[in-house]
């Protein structure tokens, strides 16, 4: 029986293979390469010498989806197959709800048919409404671009298939801010354009890629004036999966869990630690606030611990560290 993994060639997809096939699964990776370079494969054949199946499918696709549904024996599926940019989500909210919404939609049909019924769900910390951290899985939901709404509309739609029928299992985990590479170097965050995100930023500006980091406002409601926000090292986020999985291999449920460290950084806490793990200073300047953001943001991650056994064993050194350290390894990307 193997693991079907949509998205896996993806950052966080890329670095849950690795997990899952250290672990001695087999695995089944679809992906149409629309935000990833089939490069990864080999990398991760690289770090693990494990061999697994690629399919380069859109999930959007059915007849191609359900050929790999009936040409493997698939006992779970982690879903991270999405498009994944804010800003892009606002200028195309069409192609964001097509993609996320209807691949899923699409996804869990096939799923059903061949009675595949045990799913982990990558939603996001951006389904929060308000910015009353720390966030549990309870706190109000509510989401302000067309991205965020696809991963509530998501949400909900699996609880709706869980409610209509309970021999369903699926897990629906909320990443906050995922950061860091794989220890070795080989995978990590493929930017190949100006990255929206705090850390490959970073990284870009360190290498010499980027003059320097434009801070997004100081004059927030913080210890320093800058967003505050929970930096998770992207190793224990595909750590988390692996819990996941295992508890609905064995229970029937529809729960949620956020993944995050419990812990708030600032931007200038970033910039610091940064430089203090590599020896590299960041040049910066401080601009406007970037609209939509909030001043803080981090998890109350207490429920995985106590439900899943999970916690993140990675503090900022290792995530700076590596993230450096891929960015070196791969001024390119892949
Ligand atoms: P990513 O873009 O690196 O990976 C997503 C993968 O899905 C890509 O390889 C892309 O080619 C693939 N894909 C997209 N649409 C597809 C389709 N229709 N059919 C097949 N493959 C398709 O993103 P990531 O950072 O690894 O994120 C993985 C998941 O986690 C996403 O669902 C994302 O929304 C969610 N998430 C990410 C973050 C983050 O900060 N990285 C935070 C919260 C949630
Ligand atoms: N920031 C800068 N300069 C940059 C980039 C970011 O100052 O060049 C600041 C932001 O203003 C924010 C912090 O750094 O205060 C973190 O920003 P990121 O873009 O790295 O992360 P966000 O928390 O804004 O967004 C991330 C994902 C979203 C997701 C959200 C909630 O990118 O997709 O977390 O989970 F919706």
């Not at 899943?308 to 590596?322: A, I, P, T, Y």
Request: glycine share 8%.
């Amino acid at each position: 029986m193997a693991i079907l993994v949509t998205g896996g060639t993806g950052y966080i997809g890329s670095h849950t293979i690795v997990e899952l096939l250290n672990e001695g699964y087999d695995v089944v990776i679809v992906d149409n390469l629309s935000n990833s370079k089939i490069e990864v494969l080999h990398k991760i054949k690289q770090i693990t010498k494990k061999d697994f199946k690629f399919y380069e499918v859109d999930i959007l696709c059915r007849e191609a989806l359900e050929e790999i549904f009936k040409k493997n024996s698939i006992e779970a599926v982690i879903h991270f197959a999405s498009l994944k940019s804010v800003g892009e989500s606002v200028a195309k909210p069409l192609m964001y709800y097509n993609n996320n919404i209807v691949g899923t939609l699409v996804l869990c049909e096939v799923m059903n048919r061949y009675n595949v019924k045990k799913m982990v769900f990558s939603s996001s910390a951006t389904v929060y409404k308000g910015s009353d951290s720390p966030l549990t899985e309870d706190s109000e939901l509510g989401a302000t671009n067309p991205y965020g709404n696809t991963k509530l509309m998501i949400e909900q739609i699996l609880r709706d298939i869980y409610m209509s029928n309970n021999s369903w299992g699926i897990t629906l985990l909320r990443y906050f801010n995922p950061v860091g590479a794989h220890e070795s170097g080989l995978i990590g965050e493929d930017s190949v354009d100006t990255p929206n995100n705090l850390m490959p930023y970073i990284t870009q500006v360190a290498i010499g890629k980027r003059k320097q980091l434009n801070i997004f406002g100081d004059d927030y409601n913080t210890y320093d004036g800058t967003g505050i926000r929970d930096y998770v090292h992207v190793v224990d986020i595909a750590k988390g999966h692996l819990k996941a999985l295992d508890e609905i291999l064995n229970k029937n449920q529809c729960e949620v869990y956020n993944l995050g460290t419990g812990k708030g950084y600032s931007v200038l806490d970033i910039i610091y630690q940064f430089t203090e793990s590599t020896g590299i200073d960041i040049p910066y300047t401080v601009c406007n606030r970037r609209p939509g953001d909030v001043a803080i943001c981090y998890a109350d991650s207490t429920s995985a611990y106590e439900k899943l056994g999970w916690k993140s064993e990675r503090n900022l050194d290792d995530m700076c560290r590596d993230s450096w350290k891929w960015q070196v390894l791969n001024p390119f990307g892949y």
